[in-house]
């Protein structure tokens, strides 16, 4: 499974959310576009006192696609998102309160500040809230429970589930001492496709069928009463059973009849999610992404998260960025760069160097002498791949050790320090072994004291 299917009760829509991707898109949506449109429509609006509701609607219409529940729900939570902007917008930037600007806006000058006027009462009296404020809080939201299930490294999935778990709980406790009710905090209903809110709409050609065959039943109903109930939760059963007490004694049709509703059941199996808010969709895509076995990791680089791979092993994501290359690309080429800052020249000139001065141990150049340079280099090398020296440093390293071999006379025949000189060629510099200093530590002596050293040697 890689996607659900959700529904609103605001239309007859059915909407697809492709798990993860969407989460990823959402918290990744960048919103500084709109907001631009929304001040200059502000200022436009002010300048000319005038509010052009299809000029709010093709700026509201830009942020469609930031996510599927935005789009099913524009035309009801989200119709006055742009004013709300900006009503975020004056208050922030003339730094006053809600109640300051809607008692500014108590006997509107013109249309612009009747519809402020008309919004912030819907705020007061809890029939909306402000979406923009609230799409941004709920991006906010995302990314951090994004971070507490995913950050660091990989663990098993039952961790992650224990993650999501003690997140979503430790919201259920705090709801509950702060004495939020249950019943108005988010939610999310599961149904099948027939017993959805709008189904009778949502699966109208066999919905026409029934309706037909059961006409003749409904003209007999004599006012079927429902009372509004103190509790909606104690009386569903009862109302659910008085609307099957008319379909009692229901046949099943006949063959013919089913098979022909036959193909739009098998289109429409499945779950079908009716989410309330905003909130419950976004915590319903984490639940469906865990239950997939979907993991998601981030990026060491851009910080981005990507789909987990069993067979990739590294910590970079495999998107590609404004510079046409994924992060694991651009890793890929400047590691071998990173491995070899030193060139083929420079290698060549210490491999040598190191093979001159080591035929050179002897009387003049002793072996603890020879030692203490072939550390020196080693440290210098390692040093320039880790960025703690420059390439610019063992150069001068070579040109020193270069002229000090020269000065340096060949070794006495008697003092053979190694037994086979002549037979196996001198290894190569050596990589340093693990147990040894860090490089960065490692203080090599300047310039200048070696030259000292050199001279006080003479
Ligand atoms: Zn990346």
Same mark, same amino acid.
């Given at each position: 499974?890689?996607?659900?299917?959700?529904?609103?009760?605001?239309?007859?829509?059915?909407? /697809?959310?492709?798990?993860?991707?969407?989460?990823?898109?959402?918290?990744? !949506?960048?919103?500084?576009?709109?907001?631009?449109?929304?001040?200059?429509?502000?200022?436009?609006?002010?300048?000319?006192?005038?509010?052009?509701?299809?000029?709010?609607?093709?700026?509201?219409?830009?942020?469609? /696609?930031?996510?599927?529940?935005?789009?099913?729900?524009?035309?009801?939570?989200?119709?006055?998102?742009?004013?709300?902007?900006?009503?975020?917008?004056?208050?922030?930037?003339?730094?006053?309160?809600?109640?300051?600007?809607?008692?500014?806006?108590?006997?509107?000058?013109?249309?612009?500040?009747?519809?402020?006027?008309?919004?912030?009462?819907?705020?007061?009296?809890?029939?909306?809230?402000?979406?923009?404020?609230?799409?941004?809080?709920?991006?906010?939201?995302?990314?951090?429970?994004?971070?507490?299930?995913?950050?660091?490294?990989?663990?098993?999935?039952?961790?992650?589930?224990?993650?999501?778990?003690?997140?979503?709980?430790?919201?259920?406790?705090?709801?509950?001492?702060?004495?939020?009710?249950?019943?108005?905090?988010?939610?999310?209903?599961?149904?099948?496709?027939?017993?959805?809110?709008?189904?009778?709409?949502?699966?109208? /050609?066999?919905?026409?069928?029934?309706?037909?065959?059961?006409?003749?039943?409904?003209?007999?109903?004599?006012?079927?009463?429902?009372?509004?109930?103190?509790?909606?939760?104690?009386?569903?059963?009862?109302?659910?059973?008085?609307?099957?007490?008319?379909?009692?004694?229901?046949?099943?049709?006949?063959?013919?009849?089913?098979?022909?509703?036959?193909?739009?059941?098998?289109?429409?199996?499945?779950?079908?999610?009716?989410?309330?808010?905003?909130?419950?969709?976004?915590?319903?895509?984490?639940?469906?992404?865990?239950?997939?076995?979907?993991?998601?990791?981030?990026?060491?680089?851009?910080?981005?998260?990507?789909? !987990?791979?069993?067979?990739?092993?590294?910590?970079?994501?495999?998107?590609?960025?404004?510079?046409?290359?994924?992060?694991?690309?651009?890793?890929?080429?400047?590691?071998?760069?990173?491995?070899?800052?030193?060139?083929?020249?420079?290698?060549?000139?210490?491999?040598?160097?190191?093979?001159?001065?080591?035929?050179?141990?002897?009387?003049?150049?002793?072996?603890?002498?020879?030692?203490?340079?072939?550390?020196?280099?080693?440290?210098?090398?390692?040093?320039?791949?880790?960025?703690?020296?420059?390439?610019?440093?063992?150069?001068?390293?070579?040109? !020193?050790?270069?002229?000090?071999?020269?000065?340096?006379?060949?070794?006495?025949?008697?003092?053979?320090?190694?037994?086979?000189?002549?037979?196996?060629?001198?290894?190569?510099?050596?990589?340093?072994?693990?147990?040894?200093?860090?490089?960065?530590?490692?203080?090599?002596?300047?310039?200048?004291?070696?030259?000292?050293?050199?001279?006080?040697?003479?």
């Amino acid at each position: 499974m890689d996607s659900i299917v959700f529904v609103t009760k605001s239309n007859n829509n059915f909407y /697809k959310l492709e798990l993860a991707r969407t989460l990823l898109h959402f918290v990744e !949506y960048d919103f500084t576009y709109f907001w631009e449109q929304c001040i200059d429509l502000g200022k436009s609006c002010r300048k000319l006192g005038g509010y052009s509701p299809k000029q709010f609607r093709v700026v509201k219409n830009l942020i469609t /696609k930031c996510h599927p529940y935005y789009e099913a729900q524009i035309n009801s939570d989200f119709e006055h998102i742009v004013l709300d902007c900006l009503i975020e917008y004056i208050c922030h930037s003339e730094n006053i309160g809600l109640e300051e600007l809607w008692a500014r806006c108590i006997s509107p000058k013109n249309a612009y500040e009747k519809a402020i006027f008309v919004r912030i009462s819907e705020y007061k009296t809890g029939r909306a809230i402000n979406q923009w404020a609230n799409i941004m809080r709920i991006q906010e939201y995302a990314r951090a429970k994004l971070d507490y299930i995913f950050e660091g490294d990989i663990v098993s999935r039952n961790m992650y589930v224990t993650r999501k778990g003690y997140f979503d709980l430790s919201f259920s406790v705090m709801a509950k001492e702060l004495g939020f009710p249950s019943s108005e905090l988010p939610a999310v209903k599961r149904y099948n496709s027939s017993l959805m809110p709008n189904s009778a709409f949502m699966v109208s /050609k066999v919905s026409k069928l029934i309706l037909k065959k059961i006409n003749p039943i409904i003209d007999e109903i004599k006012d079927p009463v429902y009372n509004p109930p103190v509790s909606r939760d104690a009386i569903r059963d009862q109302i659910s059973l008085d609307a099957f007490t008319f379909l009692r004694g229901m046949s099943r049709p006949d063959g013919m009849e089913l098979e022909a509703a036959e193909e739009t059941f098998a289109n429409l199996d499945g779950e079908y999610f009716l989410p309330d808010s905003f909130k419950a969709i976004i915590d319903l895509e984490f639940d469906k992404m865990l239950e997939s076995g979907i993991i998601l990791q981030k990026c060491a680089k851009c910080g981005k998260y990507f789909f !987990y791979d069993m067979n990739y092993k590294g910590r970079l994501c495999n998107r590609v960025s404004s510079s046409g290359k994924t992060c694991r690309e651009m890793y890929d080429e400047s590691k071998p760069i990173e491995e070899k800052p030193i060139t083929n020249d420079i290698e060549t000139r210490c491999q040598i160097l190191y093979t001159a001065l080591s035929n050179k141990v002897g009387e003049e150049f002793k072996e603890n002498e020879f030692k203490e340079w072939s550390q020196y280099l080693e440290n210098m090398r390692e040093n320039v791949k880790t960025e703690a020296a420059t390439i610019e440093d063992l150069e001068a390293f070579l040109e !020193y050790s270069e002229r000090m071999c020269a000065e340096v006379k060949s070794r006495p025949a008697v003092k053979v320090i190694r037994s086979d000189p002549m037979q196996a060629p001198p290894p190569p510099v050596k990589k340093r072994e693990p147990e040894k200093a860090e490089p960065q530590k490692y203080r090599f002596p300047t310039l200048e004291e070696l030259e000292r050293k050199e001279d006080r040697r003479r």
